[in-house]
T-cell receptor
Framework: DSGVTQTPKHLITATGQRVTLRCSPR?????VYWYQQSLDQGLQFLIQ???????AKGNILERFSAQQFPDLHSELNLSSLELGDSALYFC????????????FGSGTRLTVV | AQSVTQPDIHITVSEGASLELRCNYS??????LFWYVQSPGQGLQLLLK??????LVQGIKGFEAEFKRSQSSFNLRKPSVHWSDAAEYFC?????????FGTGTRLQVFP
């Protein structure tokens, strides 16, 4: 157990639908990062939050959004889902903005049918 | 631009043989460097990291990596591979706001 908790572990949904992925960071970590892992794109950085504020954006689609709540858990919202959104979505946490140590959760496998 | 290159997509070794996985990075400042391992269907586990100091870094599971600034490399090594080491290995550089990952090297171990 890495200390980073992601739910659900698996999600199957239809095209056009909306889903929410949840991440609880390791205790004491203020930064949360979201990554997407797909066969064709590899591991792609989506977005970072630090202590409730968005700090950096990567290759995140406009159909996707995220937020970090006061208790530091984060949610990644994916809407108008397409087949190509099927991927593993990872959350990672670190203490600082520039993470000297990143701890990853076990991921949420999203399948869009 | 910041980037990480893992030139070997797939490596096959026999159990007990030595292993070296290559990683080259492009980063303007002094890099934070990481190696992660991912078993099938699993998350990413940190093997080791380099921030500063001794350029030879020891990690978990008997892995080590050497930072060579002149070659912009951070190769991962293990003297004797076990069948349980079969997995995908990712090298990453820590940029100011994220990790930049290489494309990964899939390690296959034959008995």
């Amino acid at each position: 157990d890495s200390g980073v908790t992601q739910t659900p572990k698996h999600l199957i949904t239809a095209t056009g639908q909306r889903v929410t992925l949840r991440c609880s960071p390791r205790s004491g970590d203020l930064s949360v990062y979201w990554y997407q892992q797909s066969l064709d794109q590899g591991l792609q950085f989506l977005i970072q939050y630090y202590n409730g504020e968005e700090r950096a954006k990567g290759n995140i689609l406009e159909r996707f959004s995220a937020q970090q709540f006061p208790d530091l858990h984060s949610e990644l919202n994916l809407s108008s889902l397409e087949l190509g959104d099927s991927a593993l979505y990872f959350c990672a946490s670190s203490v600082a903005i520039q993470g000297s140590g990143y701890t990853f959760g076990s991921g949420t496998r999203l399948t869009v049918v | 631009a910041q980037s990480v290159t893992q030139p070997d997509i797939h490596i096959t070794v026999s159990e007990g043989a030595s292993l070296e996985l290559r990683c080259n990075y492009s980063y303007g400042a002094t890099p934070y460097l990481f190696w992660y391992v991912q078993s099938p269907g699993q998350g990413l586990q940190l093997l080791l990291k380099y921030f500063s100091g001794d350029t030879l870094v020891q990690g978990i599971k008997g892995f080590e990596a050497e930072f060579k600034r002149s070659q912009s490399s951070f190769n991962l090594r293990k003297p004797s591979v076990h069948w349980s080491d079969a997995a995908e290995y990712f090298c990453a550089v820590g940029a100011t706001d994220k990790l930049i990952f290489g494309t990964g090297t899939r390690l296959q171990v034959f008995p």
